[in-house]
């Protein structure tokens, strides 16, 4: 398709799209204030563009990218929203708790899982923001499987990133209510699962910018939380604070030693718990369709580095020296939100008297981190759920978007599953959970490898149909092989993940310990073939090379006017200082 008739296409339907959405005033005063909230909940007139498409040339795939690259998300994300999300958005237990279990594997093998697990998320968040930049559409990479690879792939990633978001939400629900359990154990945990759920539920009503507003405030929480603990950390490393016993250095990394035994099988062990903690970091790029400036995600997609280097990294580092593996209360908390397996409060007691104000101090982030995940939870399900509707992969009532731009339907789906967070009333809660979280386990490493792979795809695809990498609106900072690298990786997170299910660390080989883990493979497959089945296409596995539609819904409408603004943004780094210039390939 050229670009004159591409321009022509976006005016049109951008026209069509700005006088669906203009509510009526009657009379020509203005509208009350309960009527404006009445008629905002309206449905956005996508039937007008779905019908335009209809009477056009299009192909069935083009139509579905042009629906899902002009949904009416409001555009209001800047610069500052993206930059905070994409380094404290999903900064959780995973982290702040959860890192106890992979440390009961050694400090090395806890340093080495989070380094393979940080590099394989690094290529997947520069793959996907490659994508999501070239192609904003509705759902953001989980759909790009789709375009680039597979239909029925990409039904099978979208159905379990979604299904991981949705299941996370009454899990972190029920964390919220644990966490002021701890202060408040008086109160029955259920009510405190209830006021959370009413409190996310109507923050997500607010709309994106709700989201994204909190999800600022929550972030910079979070990140001042991990400076401090990092600063106070090196000092206790060092020596310093209140009852040391002296500097401590890399004491533990002799004595009881770097790694647990087995070496290998504990190594691997370490992988569930890191991809726990990095899961979510893909969710920048999700807001692409919701984002002022195009160049803000790739911007946003670049302090994921500096998320992974810092926050993580560097965390592990100093876990690893302050806190021996075989210390018992790594495993002992009763649950996955219980403060006294977190090793940030082992750590901190360990070399001082600070006690119960440390405790104090981590349920405080713990609760903020919380609260940031439920809302992720939310923001990140409604969205795919809207996407899947949109393109015609689930009924088309999950398309459903209002005058404001809230997917009203994902938001529901999404709350009614929050209301399995009424389990914590339930003395079967962990066991139900444990089954659920089973269902999308290690599907976190397959949605990251079809990514990378998409990405692949796409730079195979331009140059198969003779296009130039001139035309990329940003280039991931690995290039190619960051995508390559991206597969590698996680087919072989996958791989080691599988073989410590198999054969757990401690205890004997069982189906049931298999199946926690590793029970969304058999699903995904299931969801592959019944898609399959539905499409009734058992000859094309995937789409060729030069069938890979480069077109419909890029935003580099203007070849020549997108080299020349790129040339002008070159020109103009080159003339600022160096130090500017080392800031700008960074951030």
Request: hydrophobic letters at 45%; a positive charge.
């Amino acid at each position: 398709m050229d670009i004159l008739k591409r321009e022509n296409e976006s005016d049109k339907f951008t026209k069509i799209e700005t006088e669906s959405t203009t509510i009526p005033t009657g009379s020509g005063r203005p509208d009350s204030l309960v009527r404006r909230m009445k008629d905002s909940f309206k449905q956005s007139n996508l039937h007008v563009i779905s019908e335009d498409l209809e009477n056009s040339e299009q192909t069935e795939q083009e139509k579905i990218q042009w629906k899902l690259a002009s949904q009416p998300y409001q555009k209001v994300l800047s610069q500052r929203h993206l930059t905070m999300i994409a380094i404290g958005g999903t900064l959780g237990t995973g982290l702040f708790i959860g890192l106890g279990y992979s440390l009961a594997s050694g400090p090395a093998a806890l340093l080495i899982g989070f380094l393979l697990v940080g590099t394989s998320m690094f290529c997947v968040v520069q793959s996907a923001a490659e994508l999501s930049c070239q192609f904003p559409v509705s759902g953001s990479y989980a759909t790009h499987v789709s375009r680039f690879i597979d239909e029925s792939i990409g039904f099978t990633v979208a159905t379990n990133y979604a299904l991981a978001w949705l299941i996370s939400f009454p899990s972190e629900l029920i964390g919220c209510s644990l966490t002021i359990s701890y202060w408040n154990q008086t109160v029955n945990p259920a009510v405190w699962v209830a006021i959370f759920y009413v409190f996310i539920m109507v923050l997500n009503l607010f709309g994106v910018r709700g989201f994204a507003e909190t999800e600022f405030a929550l972030s910079i929480i979070k990140v001042i939380a991990i400076f401090i603990f990092i600063i106070i950390g090196i000092v206790l490393i060092a020596g310093g604070g209140p009852n040391s016993t002296g500097y401590i250095g890399t004491k533990y990394w002799h004595d009881p030693g770097a790694f647990a035994k087995p070496v290998f099988k504990n190594l691997c062990n370490t992988f569930v718990s890191a991809a726990f903690s990095f899961g979510g970091s893909e969710l920048v790029l999700l807001t692409s369709t919701e984002s002022k400036n195009i160049s803000a995600i790739s911007r946003a997609a670049k302090g994921t580095f500096w998320r992974i280097a810092i926050f993580y990294i560097t965390t592990v580092v100093i876990i690893g020296c302050l806190v021996p593996y075989n210390d018992s209360r790594l495993l002992s908390g009763s649950t996955s939100e219980d403060i006294s397996a977190s090793p940030f409060v082992i750590a901190l007691s360990n070399t001082g008297s600070m006690g119960q104000k440390v405790s104090n101090f981590m349920n405080v982030v713990i609760l903020v981190a919380v609260v940031s995940v439920c809302n992720s939870c939310v923001y990140a399900s409604s969205r795919l759920i809207q996407a899947l509707g949109a393109s015609g992969q689930l009924p088309s009532i999950c398309s459903y978007m209002d005058r404001k731009g809230r997917p009203l339907v994902g938001i529901g789906i999404s709350g009614a599953f929050g209301l399995l967070g009424f389990l914590v009333a339930s003395k079967k809660e962990d066991e139900v959970f444990t089954w659920l979280f089973a269902l999308c386990s290690i599907s976190s490493f397959f949605t990251w490898f079809c990514i990378c792979m998409s990405q692949v795809r796409f730079r195979m695809a331009l140059k198969a149909q003779g296009r130039s990498k001139d035309e990329i609106a940003y280039k991931s900072m690995l290039g190619i092989y960051g995508g390559i690298l991206g597969c590698i990786l996680n087919a072989l997170l996958v791989a080691g993940e599988i073989y410590v299910s198999a054969a757990p660390v401690g205890s004997p080989s069982s189906a049931e310990a298999f199946f926690e883990y590793c029970l969304s493979i058999p699903i995904m497959i299931v969801v592959y073939v019944a898609h399959r089945i539905y499409r009734r296409d058992w000859k094309n596995w995937y789409i060729k090379k030069s069938d890979i539609d480069l077109d419909t819904g890029c935003s580099v409408e203007n070849l020549e006017l997108f080299k020349a603004q790129k040339e002008a943004e070159k020109q103009h780094i080159a003339s600022k200082p160096f130090y500017y210039k080392i800031y700008r390939f960074w951030c």
